[in-house]
């Protein structure tokens, strides 16, 4: 009987638990569909499209979505590149300097983007740097670079050194190892590189809204607030419909990458024979 209650208690605490999560969830599914929707959560008397049917426009969603893409992509291209080629050495040559340096990378990944944005405004201003987006893009890349990074060589330790030992038997150099020998075994670990940084470029908003100056150069994170108009007029409708739109392409990328991730890192018995 203790052990029921005890069981019966702890169903209970993680039903209210995911209760918290299911209705912030609920009322965008139903505002999306709901012609007078508003703040509180509730059925639409007559279901209709025409909040998406709003939103759906190259202004509205098709623009800010592209710029989305580049911004993310291009974040995420240059994090999985710089990652894998600062990775390489910590993980495979050992000198009492990698703790320090890994622990200095440690430090960066806890220091909040918004404190050094004033600087680095000063920065782009005085470069002319403003409105650009390859420097958007290399700026944000710097910012998830030392989780990346981290996350790079964790998956890197698991590929046997032995392997490349064998390669540079038969005359390989470093490059041709790291490209032919150890990128391949740790795709899987590449992938949930480029899709935990992709992420969270897709969602930041604070550093393209202070960097890109024109409107049509912003992604739709920064565009998503032009639904909140003036003197609390919000089109919670639209809202909720671009809301679901805007999260479209990460759930698209995260379906594609994972069925195409497969057991790519499964590297039972690689060294026999």
């Given at each position: 009987?203790?052990?029921?209650?005890?069981?019966?208690?702890?169903?209970?605490?993680?039903?209210?638990?995911?209760?918290?999560?299911?209705?912030?969830?609920?009322?965008?599914?139903?505002?999306?569909?709901?012609?007078?929707?508003?703040?509180?959560?509730?059925?639409?008397?007559?279901?209709?499209?025409?909040?998406?049917?709003?939103?759906?426009?190259?202004?509205?969603?098709?623009?800010?979505?592209?710029?989305?893409?580049?911004?993310?992509?291009?974040?995420?291209?240059?994090?999985?590149?710089?990652?894998?080629?600062?990775?390489?050495?910590?993980?495979?040559?050992?000198s009492r300097f990698n703790k320090p340096f890994m622990y200095t990378v440690l430090f960066g990944?806890?220091?909040?983007?918004?404190?050094?944005?004033?600087?680095?405004?000063?920065?782009?201003?005085?470069?002319?740097?403003?409105?650009?987006?390859?420097?958007?893009?290399?700026?944000?890349?710097?910012?998830?670079?030392?989780?990346?990074?981290?996350?790079?060589?964790?998956?890197?330790?698991?590929?046997?050194?032995?392997?490349?030992?064998?390669?540079?038997?038969?005359?390989?150099?470093a490059l041709v190892t790291l490209r032919t020998v150890v990128l391949p075994l740790m795709r899987?670990?590449?992938?949930?590189?480029?899709?935990?940084?992709?992420?969270?470029?897709?969602?930041?908003?604070?550093?393209?809204?202070?960097?890109?100056?024109?409107?049509?150069?912003?992604?739709?994170?920064?565009?998503?607030?032009?639904?909140?108009?003036?003197?609390?007029?919000?089109?919670?409708?639209?809202?909720?419909?671009?809301?679901?739109?805007?999260?479209?392409?990460?759930?698209?990328?995260?379906?594609?990458?994972?069925?195409?991730?497969?057991?790519?890192?499964?590297?039972?018995?690689?060294?026999?024979?």
């Open positions: 009987m203790r052990r029921f209650r005890a069981r019966l208690g702890a169903d209970i605490a993680l039903a209210l638990i995911g209760l918290c999560f299911v209705a912030p969830l609920l009322w965008l599914l139903l505002a999306a569909v709901d012609p007078q929707a508003g703040y509180g959560t509730k059925v639409p008397s007559a279901p209709s499209m025409i909040n998406f049917t709003a939103v759906m426009t190259p202004e509205l969603l098709g623009r800010p979505l592209l710029n989305s893409l580049l911004l993310s992509g291009g974040t995420a291209l240059v994090n999985v590149l710089v990652a894998v080629l600062a990775a390489y050495p910590l993980s495979r040559y050992q990944t806890s220091l909040p983007v918004t404190a050094i944005m004033v600087p680095v405004y000063g920065l782009f201003v005085q470069l002319q740097l403003l409105d650009s987006m390859a420097a958007t893009i290399f700026f944000m890349a710097t910012t998830t670079l030392p989780m990346a990074m981290w996350m790079a060589k964790s998956f890197m330790d698991a590929v046997p050194l032995e392997l490349e030992e064998a390669a540079w038997m038969d005359g390989a150099s899987q670990g590449l992938a949930v590189v480029f899709i935990v940084v992709f992420i969270q470029a897709w969602g930041n908003f604070f550093v393209p809204f202070i960097l890109l100056l024109s409107i049509g150069k912003q992604p739709a994170a920064v565009s998503i607030f032009s639904f909140f108009g003036q003197h609390g007029a919000i089109a919670y409708g639209q809202l909720a419909a671009f809301s679901i739109l805007y999260s479209v392409p990460v759930l698209v990328l995260y379906a594609v990458v994972s069925r195409g991730m497969g057991n790519s890192f499964a590297m039972s018995g690689a060294m026999k024979g």
